[in-house]
């Protein structure tokens, strides 16, 4: 079988990102539509040798779509996608918009892929931090118990969308040529700085980008109660968020055991050369579908805590590869035919 999909938000950062993992991972599709804000109709983007022209999204766009990926934002995803789902489309969003609602399911495949297929038209999909802290600690939550995780992140630009990206660059140029390099996107300098998450202040002082990561990873791990305390920060990157996660286990858990589960762990790679300090960079996460994973130490503050430190491409596995991973996972599932996952008769209205 395959499946008329339409991307809410082509031109963006994951949006074409999402265009270049379709055309390359061979996903099942009979027809892209490509859907943006009027901006940016009537721009041509290439798709396995064709020219597919951006379209702006409008009433009735939906009507021949199996599938929308989207990516722009989520007061346009909370304008959208009911319609989307009304018209029969299955909607995998990675906008926050939809994230903590019980009815939808919040999935990271190498996580909780079976949530996937209790969906009612809409999947979540995870805030990117989210996403690549879970890929990097799941397997070793589910060996022994995690009582604790506090979580340092090191953000790219792309995080905030291709403009941020831009600005980054034309920033740096601009403050090495001794010119203005007032910001026009993010709210501070990013270039040759740093500053706390940009997303507004929530509960307690925490940042939404925070409380994200606390939310998401209790309901996709499914633990509720889980201890998860965030501090989030934006650095100078171009692509690919970093990590410092310390975690706290019911029982000692030894470096050595961390480390062969890491290295066989889905969607992980194992990153350490301790003789030339040598452990996962940005530059090394770009373009990567893993999350890299290394420094892994026994906390000498703590008989049941382990410290490690990753890197992952926020754009990829971060936003639109577990998208189409999820899309995958879909497909596949449909690809028996008594299956409804990735039709419109799982939609219960
Ligand atoms: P456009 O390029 O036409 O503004 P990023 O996260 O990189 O900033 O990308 C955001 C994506 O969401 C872009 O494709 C952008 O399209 C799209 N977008 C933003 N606002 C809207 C809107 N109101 N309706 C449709 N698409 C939107």
Known sequence: KSYRVAILGATGAVGTELIELLEHRNFPLSQLKLLASPRSAGQTIPFRGESLTVEAVADGCFKDVDLVLASAGGSTSKQWLPQAVEAGAVAIDNSSAYRMDPQVPLVVPEVNPEAAFDHQG???????????????????????????????????????????????????????????????????????NLFPHNSPISEGGYCQEEMKMVNETRKIFNEPELAITATCVRVPVLRAHSEAINLEFEQPFSRARACEILSTAPGVVLQENWQSNYFPMPMDADGRDEVLVGRIRQDISHPCGLELWLSGDQIRKGAALNAVQIAELLSRESGDASSPSLSSSSVQR
């Open 122 to 192: 809409i999947i979540a999909n995870p805030n990117c931090t989210t996403i690549l802290m879970a890929v990097a600690i799941y397997p070793l939550h589910q060996v022994q118990r995690i009582r604790r995780i506090v979580v340092s992140t090191y953000q790219s630009a792309s995080g905030a969308g291709a403009r941020a990206m831009e600005e980054l660059k034309t920033q740096a140029q601009a403050i090495l040529n001794g010119e203005d390099a007032t910001p026009s996107v993010l709210p501070y300098p990013l270039a040759f």
